[in-house]
């Protein structure tokens, strides 16, 4: 793929080099990165939103039908995003961008062709949500790319926006969608059910698409220092963080994204007099707009601390979710599920923010240390090996969370078929939650936890100003 050349010397942790000429840049490529993932995230979960007027549009579905055609596109989106995380490294971030935002256009398009034949198969319509699973890989490719543009000091806070402007495609999709298939702004004045108009609902996004393609095209750029083999990245499944991380995040991202999906619908099981359309959007916004929090707040206090935290928030949010459903007929019942759901959205935004500023740190603390004693020369190879794998283990944790927005969907409808409640599938919620508080505490939090080395460099030993830098504030990241 031709056009911009790429670059071939990036160190943004030198103060020169960033004010220079690295931040400009930096700043450019996250601009037009988070538009892309933006988009990504509103095609990924277009299916929250259809689904809720697929019946009125003369469709005949179960409750569980309706629940797998929102949980299939994350389960797409999970598995795209592995091969999505190593891409950055292989061809390109600019490259990728501008080929993983053109991969939308078939989605939004065969959404809008489908959806307007009521007496399509099942199977089609499954296959169709599918394909909407391509827009859940953007979000690993970015985070990949976007880490090597920032300077240690300035990651969690880059990372965070970059992940809160993708996030918030999900809120946008779910205010937006419902007007133009005819449900009115919020679900208000929806017309009759024979004059929506579901196809608007991929259409929609095809000129913002076009324009995403166009932007990461012209104005972003690769990094010379980001290309890596597929089989230098694949070590990190050799490194333990890599799956205590990827727990974690399942714990965050896997239920920002589950409860973002299956909110709709799970309103409008539990609440049938309640428009869903009205309430479904405030979760994954406030959710998103928390992630840049949970990123200023690692690099202020520590990733670990935060995300020990923000588990027992996520657990009190969880039983006062059950506590509401368990007196949903009682006056103001409605009231209290929604308050819950948003402290939980919230504390799910923040722990995003918090266990996606811990990776960076560990992996490089890890190759430091592994270098420790060994030279300038090796300290230097470590510095780069480090954000190698800790690009790559973003995408990888990514991936792996996004499970999650396949696994509570489907946990609804399988607790519904089989107890008539979702009582069950909150309660399993908790006990992961355990899991991660446990899993934090033990390998990050306790006294003898493994800590983030600082390396001082001896006097007879010249070693790199960047890597020395990059270690002050490794202590304190995790």
């Not at 699973?133 to 985070?143: C, E, L, R, V, W």
């Amino acid at each position: 793929m031709s056009g911009r050349a790429w670059i071939t010397e990036w160190n943004p942790n030198d103060e020169s080099f960033w004010k220079s000429r690295g931040m400009q840049i930096a700043r450019r490529n996250l601009i037009f990165s988070i538009f892309a993932e933006f988009l990504g995230f509103s095609v990924w979960q277009l299916w929250s939103a259809v689904s809720v007027g697929i019946p009125k549009a003369g469709f005949h579905l179960s409750t569980l039908q309706l629940f797998w055609l929102v949980g299939v596109p994350s389960l797409v989106g999970a598995t795209a995003r592995f091969p999505y995380g190593f891409a950055v490294a292989k061809f390109g971030g600019r490259n990728w961008t501008v080929l993983s935002a053109a991969l939308l256009l078939i989605p939004t398009i065969l959404l809008g062709v489908v959806i307007q034949h009521p007496s399509a198969p099942y199977w089609l319509l499954v296959a169709t949500a599918a394909t909407a699973g391509f827009g859940g890989g953007n979000f690993a490719s970015s985070m990949a790319n976007i880490s090597f543009f920032y300077p240690d000091r300035k990651k969690g806070a880059a990372l965070g926006l970059n992940a809160a402007g993708g996030n918030i495609g999900v809120a946008v999709v779910q205010f937006v969608v419902p007007a133009f298939i005819g449900l009115g702004i919020l679900g208000l004045g929806a017309k009759t059910a024979g004059a929506l108009s579901l196809q608007w609902a991929g259409f929609l996004w095809v000129p913002f698409i076009v324009i995403a393609v166009a932007g990461a095209w012209f104005f972003m750029d690769n990094l010379v220092v980001s290309k890596a083999s597929i089989k230098q990245q694949r070590v990190i499944v050799r490194r333990k963080h890599t799956w205590l991380m990827s727990w974690l995040y399942i714990g965050t991202f896997g239920s920002f994204i589950g409860y973002s999906a299956g909110l709709p619908l799970l309103i409008k099981t539990q609440f049938p007099n309640v428009n869903p359309l009205q309430f479904a959007f405030l979760g994954p916004l406030v959710g998103s707009l928390a992630r840049p929090v949970g990123g200023w707040l690692s690099d202020r206090f520590g990733g670990s601390i935060v995300t020990f935290w923000n588990f027992l928030l996520m657990i009190a949010a969880t039983v006062g979710v059950i506590i509401a459903l368990g007196v949903k007929t009682a006056p103001g019942a409605f009231g209290g599920f929604l308050a819950c759901f948003l402290v939980l959205f919230v504390a799910a935004g923040i722990g995003n923010g918090s266990t996606f500023r811990m990776i960076p740190a560990l992996f490089k603390a890890d190759r430091l240390r592994a270098a420790e004693g060994k030279g300038a020369e090796a300290l230097a190879a470590a510095d780069r090996d480090g954000r190698m794998e800790s690009a790559a283990a973003l995408g990888f944790t990514s991936a792996v969370a996004a499970y999650g927005g396949f696994i509570i969907p489907l946990s609804y409808g399988w607790s519904i078929n089989l107890t008539g409640s979702v009582r069950g599938a909150l309660t399993s919620f908790i006990a992961f939650y355990v899991t991660c508080i446990a899993l934090t505490w033990f390998f990050y939090l306790r006294t003898a936890a493994e800590a983030p080395v600082v390396l001082a460099a001896p006097a007879s030993v010249p070693v790199p100003a960047a890597a020395l830098a990059s270690t002050s504030a490794l202590a304190e990241a995790v």
